[in-house]
């Protein structure tokens, strides 16, 4: 087994980086169990490097495996029930899931899950499902190409790139949309989006609105539990220890924890809890040296010049044009390149620059 090269690893199927492999895990229904969290913090000690990354998709990343320690950690994460048998069902489950769905959501996510497993289908890696069925939805605006969302007091099923969507029956009703995006020619070579081919005029059967989504307030104390942010998403190992113990971790695309059941949470390394904190306003993804493919170091830059970024905007610091760490447009992303970094307002860090080959020096006055 050896690492590949590309946008999305897995466990079965590592990704090579700077710093070692990086293997993605995608706890069943994005939630975390107290001996699944110690294990995962466990694991990332003894087979990586101590790293555990918070992803755009509601996973988490173990950063620095070796050819070596990859098997031992595979192993050690089969025994949580954390690992998929093959790396095709292991691709086919991509799903995010609010984090305030309550019983009924984690039912309808095992019966989704359930039902991609016995599939045969063949997706894109990036192709993936949003459960949106808690009091109000959360997930609108993040990324997904089917979902299954509340409409009133019942749940539709939409094509992302759709205004509407159809009831939904049963969750094996998003597979089969998933296996109609594939029959009308959604993928090729591998690649492909839902909202590309319904921009293509293709389009399934839609007559019911979703209800509209709810702003975010997060980190927050809730309802639900408490929402817990961190620097960049990164999560210490003995912080993800302490947290499990303190009730059910539901993981989020926005690179924060829900405790359920909690009330309050003490300090502990690497934890934000304070809306204003300036470190929530800026995304960055691990850059140079723990990525071969980034240009510059990006996450000492990003925490340097946060106090800079206003309170409703986001700056995204990327160390190449692929963007990882924030895949979508940013009031001010700073994409790093052999020159200097590149400035793109109100863009994904692949779009045209307004400026060029900046200094890092230059970047305050710049913002």
């Known amino acids: ?82 690992i998929d048998p093959d790396i095709a069902t292991e691709t086919r489950r991509n799903i995010l899931v609010t984090p305030f769905g309550g019983d009924a959501t984690d039912a309808l996510v095992r019966d989704l899950e359930t039902a991609l497993a016995a599939s045969a289908l063949t997706l894109p890696a990036k192709f993936g499902f949003a459960v949106d069925t808690g009091p109000a939805l959360v997930l609108t605006h993040d ?13 539709i099923l939409r094509a992302e790139g759709m205004a509407q969507g159809a009831a939904l029956g049963t969750p094996r009703d998003a597979v089969n949309m998933a296996r109609w995006f594939l029959e009308r020619g959604g993928a090729r070579n591998g690649r492909g989006r839902m909202a590309a ?29 408490v929402l817990a942010g961190f620097e960049f998403g990164q999560v210490p190992p003995d912080t993800l220890r302490r947290l499990g113990r303190l009730g059910t971790l539901r993981l989020t695309p926005w690179r924060m924890l829900l405790v359920q059941g909690a009330r309050h ?9 304070d809306t204003g904190d300036p470190r929530l306003r800026v995304r960055a993804c691990t850059g140079a040296p723990g990525c071969a493919q980034a240009h510059a170091a990006t996450r000492p830059l990003a925490r340097n010049l946060a106090a800079l970024v206003p309170q409703d905007a986001v700056l995204h610091v990327s160390g190449c044009a692929k963007g990882c760490g924030w ?38 006055k710049v913002l």
């Open 1 to 82: 087994m050896s690492g590949v090269k590309g946008w999305c690893p897995g466990a079965l199927r590592p990704m090579d980086s700077g710093d070692g492999w990086v293997v993605r895990i995608k706890p069943r229904g994005a939630k975390l169990s107290r001996d699944q969290a110690e294990g995962i913090a466990d694991a990332a000690q003894l087979h990586g490097n101590g790293l555990i990354d918070l992803t755009g998709r509601g996973n988490l990343q173990l950063r620095g495996v070796t050819p070596d320690s990859h098997a031992p950690l595979i192993a050690d994460l089969r025994a949580l029930d954390l």
């Open 143 to 155: 990324p997904a190409d089917i979902r299954i969302e509340r409409a009133g007091h019942g749940l």
């Open 197 to 225: 081919l319904i921009a293509r005029g293709v389009t399934p059967r839609a007559d019911i609105t979703p209800n509209r989504p709810a702003p975010h307030a997060f980190p927050a104390s809730l309802p639900q539990g």
């Open 265 to 273: 949470l003490p300090p502990m390394p690497g934890l934000i809890l």
């Open 327 to 364: 895949p979508r447009a940013a009031d001010m992303t700073l994409t790093a390149t052999p020159q200097g970094f590149d400035l793109i307002r109100h863009g994904c860090a692949h779009d045209a620059p307004t400026l060029r080959g900046l200094h890092p020096d230059q970047l305050p």
